[in-house]
């Protein structure tokens, strides 16, 4: 079977799309042919070698698919099956999906949701999947749209492009800010209300600013969270779910123990069972499909790679979906 091949080096790391012995696949229970993938951020740093994803070499990068069951050892499913896995350490320590085959347990998958093709999961994948996680854990909070603004950062990126259409539908007014002036149209069009430079998020956080929004995804982190929770109105909360910017966060208690903001952490790897097919039945229900096909892009396998460097370089708008098997 072909497949995207990651191999440690003297220099760090090689990539390239070879053929792979079946044979060679890890332990799992079900074996899938994969139909399609995604390309997440994670995803870019694993291809790249420019973030410390890979945790075992040769390892078959990408953390999401979309498939066919071929081979069943589990009650869970069975062959002709159409399912779909997210995290579970595919791509890091697990052989992962850009392979037109991948063996898992069963535990990883979930059903393929009616009303959505395996192509449009992959539109939603991973990113798109964190974004109805951050909108699950603002609603259980108690937010709601008339409380006040809720705020995206990103906005153009995967995560931020599905988030801003998901809270658009659901009622709020949603300020989207990134660093692409040139995407205000994109942005408006999923359903954003006003737009804002990063910058005004970029430099160093005040313990207390003005408020402005009840409600925030963020997949920045660094100073843009801080000073999101910052200027975060009174018992409102931020949903973070990424790094894109870096992984300190230089911000005081002031937020929460004077206004008593709530920073809510989001893990879309390890999410239980339950939540996981809660998510996605919701976003087969509640993501303007629409919305999601002018976000997304689709690429031919043989093209993912050269993508990769693309998405850390903010060179990607939305989604990329990546054909694997017709």
Not at 193 to 210: D, F, S, V
Not at 257 to 271: P, Q, T
């Amino acid at each position: 079977m072909r497949a995207i091949v990651v191999e440690k080096t003297d220099a760090g790391q090689s990539v390239a799309l070879k053929t792979f012995d079946e044979a060679d696949l890890m332990d799992g229970d079900v074996t899938v042919r994969v139909t399609h993938s995604t390309l997440n951020y994670k995803d870019g740093l694993a291809l790249t070698g420019r973030g410390p994803v890979v945790r075992r070499f040769p390892m078959i990068p990408g953390i999401d698919f979309a498939g066919v069951v071929e081979r069943s050892d589990s009650d869970a499913y069975k062959p002709g099956d159409a399912v779909i896995l997210n995290g579970w350490g595919t791509g890091e320590t697990h052989l992962g999906a850009y392979a037109e085959k991948s063996r898992v347990k069963a535990d990883w998958l979930v059903p393929l949701p009616s009303g959505l093709s395996p192509a449009q999961a992959m539109a939603i994948g991973t990113a798109g999947y964190t974004a109805m996680l951050c909108v699950m854990a603002l609603e259980r909070h108690g937010l709601k749209p008339e409380q006040g603004p809720a705020v995206v950062t990103g906005a153009a990126g995967g995560v931020g492009s599905v988030a801003i259409s998901l809270l658009a539908g659901a009622g709020w007014h949603v300020i989207a800010s990134t660093g692409r002036e040139q995407e205000a149209d994109y942005l408006k069009g999923l359903g954003a209300k006003e737009i804002i430079a990063r910058q005004e998020l970029a430099g160093a956080a005040r313990p207390l600013a003005k408020e402005r929004w009840a409600a925030g995804v963020d997949s920045v982190g660094t100073n843009t969270l801080a000073n999101l929770l910052s200027m975060t109105r009174y018992g409102g909360a931020i949903a973070a779910c990424g790094l894109a910017g870096g992984m300190d966060l230089p911000t005081s208690v002031a937020p929460f123990i004077l206004r008593g903001v709530s920073l809510l952490g989001i893990d879309s790897v390890m999410a239980p069972k339950a939540r996981r097919l809660e998510a996605w039945a919701r976003l087969a229900r509640d993501l303007d499909h629409a919305k999601l096909a002018a976000m997304t892009t689709t690429v031919a396998f043989d093209d993912v790679i050269a993508k990769g460097a693309d998405i850390l370089d903010g060179k990607v708008r939305g989604r990329v979906v990546v054909e694997i098997a017709p």
